[in-house]
């Protein structure tokens, strides 16, 4: 009976997402395969997870995943799912390649932001009053979750 055996990490996988969706928005992920030459047991699928941790992991185990963490088990090409809508906030996408062996490897991790708070919009410089000539004003927006500041040049 031959006896297989292959502790080889496969190399990482790159997580392709939306860095911002509305609140309730699934989320679509595709993830490109690892650039580096696969272990000789190939890649199984991809393990994926979606949580408020920077540091997050996809598995459990620091260099493996068990079969039930692997959530795309159709080879290197099984590579597109759709996660559950975060809260509102930063929440982040862990992801893993998963060897045949079930070797994993290092995680791959992007910040997904979750906002349905509309900007903060006022403009500066409207007189209190009628005006019978031009007026400048200046329109600032903040947004402070999305990160939006004001920027920009003064309209006429």
Same mark, same amino acid.
């Given at each position: 009976?031959?006896?297989?055996? =292959?502790?080889?990490?496969?190399?990482?996988?790159?997580?392709?997402?939306?860095?911002?969706?509305?609140?309730?928005?699934?989320?679509?992920?595709?993830?490109?395969?690892?650039?580096?030459?696969?272990?000789?047991?190939?890649?199984? $699928?991809?393990?994926?997870?979606?949580?408020?941790?920077?540091?997050?992991?996809?598995?459990?185990?620091?260099?493996?995943?068990?079969?039930?963490?692997?959530?795309?088990? $159709?080879?290197? &090409?099984? =590579? #597109?799912?759709?996660?559950?809508?975060?809260?509102?906030?930063?929440?982040?996408?862990?992801?893993?390649?998963?060897?045949? #062996?079930?070797?994993?490897?290092?995680?791959?991790?992007?910040?997904? $932001?979750?906002?349905?708070?509309?900007?903060?919009?006022?403009?500066?410089? &409207?007189? #209190?009053?009628?005006?019978?000539?031009?007026?400048?004003?200046?329109?600032?927006?903040?947004?402070?979750? #999305?990160?939006?500041?004001?920027?920009?040049?003064?309209?006429?």
């Amino acid at each position: 009976m031959p006896l297989y055996f =292959d502790n080889a990490r496969p190399g990482p996988a790159a997580i392709g997402a939306p860095a911002w969706v509305a609140p309730g928005t699934a989320i679509p992920v595709h993830l490109s395969a690892p650039s580096d030459v696969p272990p000789i047991s190939g890649i199984h $699928g991809y393990a994926i997870s979606i949580d408020n941790a920077a540091a997050g992991s996809p598995c459990a185990a620091a260099d493996r995943c068990a079969a039930a963490e692997v959530d795309l088990p $159709g080879g290197i &090409a099984d =590579d #597109s799912a759709s996660l559950p809508a975060p809260p509102a906030g930063v929440s982040y996408i862990h992801a893993s390649a998963v060897s045949g #062996s079930g070797m994993r490897s290092t995680t791959a991790t992007q910040a997904i $932001g979750v906002d349905g708070t509309p900007p903060q919009v006022h403009l500066e410089g &409207a007189p #209190s009053g009628w005006s019978n000539g031009p007026v400048r004003l200046t329109a600032l927006a903040t947004d402070p979750l #999305s990160g939006l500041t004001a920027a920009g040049r003064a309209a006429r």
